[in-house]
């Protein structure tokens, strides 16, 4: 259970104020595997990080009962001067995982090589969503945070990061964020849809879809 108390956030940009989320109140239910929809700028990444508690709410509060992963997708939380291995040990460490088990797990996963000895600040943009993806699917999390992640890479990678979030929905939630209606319709129950600041709860999924897709027309 995710529980929003009158949740508010907004950006100054170009010397006028953007609002993301307007006095939000909502409780999204426990167990349920969620789409995020919302046209480009919406703020559905922010309202990720909000969650996650990698951002502050300007007013309000986010509760949860369960545990919640960082935005799998957003490298921001990652320290870049540390190698991969490093931010792999120093997570396993904050949540209170095995280090050498998470350590080998994301290093055969992420397959990226020398790399995974090497500092951030080397790393594309793949292979940075290729490490964060591996270690949060390496911790056990009641729901996860997933930007678009499952399209990084080429093909075959693509198709193991399919099968291996698949695999964590069994015993997990999710709250997902993906152009690709079939991924969504495949993984989620259920969908909230961000519009105006607004954010607004579907328990039937195609119905939030077309109401998304009213909304871009």
């Known amino acids: 259970m995710i529980q929003f ?5 907004g950006f100054w940009v170009r010397r006028q104020f953007a609002t993301v989320i307007n006095t939000l109140t909502l409780t999204l239910p426990s167990g349920q595997s969620l789409a995020l929809l919302g046209g480009n700028g919406a703020g559905k990444s922010t309202l990720l990080q909000m969650i996650a508690g990698t951002i502050r709410p300007d007013t309000g509060a986010i509760w949860s009962d ?4 960082w935005p799998v997708g957003f490298g921001g939380s990652f320290n870049r001067d540390l190698t991969g291995a490093q931010n792999t ?3 396993a460490r904050v949540y209170g995982v095995d280090t050498d088990e998470l350590t080998d797990f994301v290093q055969a996963f992420c397959d990226i090589g020398a790399h995974f000895h090497m500092p951030l600040r080397t790393y594309s943009t793949g292979m940075k969503s290729r490490l964060t993806f591996g270690i949060s699917m390496g911790i056990p999390f009641d729901t996860y945070l997933v930007d678009e992640v499952t399209a990084v890479g080429d093909a075959r990678f693509r198709r193991k990061s399919s ?6 929905m069994q015993s997990a939630s999710a709250i997902l964020v ?5 991924e969504l319709q495949e993984f989620c129950d259920a969908a909230l849809l961000l519009h105006d600041g ?3 709860y ?3 999924l195609s119905e939030a879809v077309e109401q998304h897709n009213r909304n871009m027309a």
Not at 5 to 9: A, C, E, P
């Open 5 to 9: 108390d009158n949740v508010s956030k």
């Open 178 to 182: 993906s152009h690709n209606l079939s």
């Open 163 to 168: 099968a291996l979030f698949r695999d964590r």
């Open 89 to 91: 040990k120093f997570l």
């Open 66 to 69: 369960g545990t919640v992963s």
């Open 202 to 204: 579907f328990a039937d």
């Open 198 to 200: 607004k954010l607004s």
